[in-house]
């Protein structure tokens, strides 16, 4: 089973295949417009016009499971991502990541590279308090523990690294460049 293997949903309700990526690097994101973690957007968009001729592809996921910090429409978060921070990578319909109602696509991917931790620091254990009251009601379906997890996905579309939203975007982009 590869990622390719899921079909989701399109900002427009329409479905769409994840084989359509076949070949490509991608990194899968879960987002949200009114988090600490939104500014992740910038160094997103940076990182795909750098690299998207050359095969990559970032999947934007909105989801309002952690502390309702993505309350808008499919339509008004795209446009707030378009107006502030210019983003020209696909975005998708707003889906849930944990819990029943979870996105297959999530819970694989969460599966093949699950959670290990948010790291060290005043930062890390402030968000491992919150995300761990948040999760509380998922139980084993807690896949995700908070906004801007991006997991990236090799050209044969298996899942190869999980980064928490508290790893460096330096970092992150170290291992895209790395898979392309």
Known sequence: MSVYDFKVAARDGSEVSLEEYAGKVLLIVNTATGCGFTPHYEPLEAMYAEYRDRGFEILDFPCNQFADQAPGSDDEIHEFCQVKYGTEFPQFKKIDVNGDDADPLFAYIATEKPFEGFGKGLK????????????????????????????????????????????????????VAAAL
């Open 124 to 175: 890390s254990k402030a968000l491992d308090k919150f995300a761990k009251a948040n999760n509380a009601k998922y139980g084993d379906k807690a896949y995700i523990k908070w906004n801007f997890t991006k997991f990236l996905v090799d050209r044969n579309g298996e899942v190869v690294a999980r980064f928490e939203p508290t790893v460096d975007m330096a970092d992150v982009k170290k291992a």
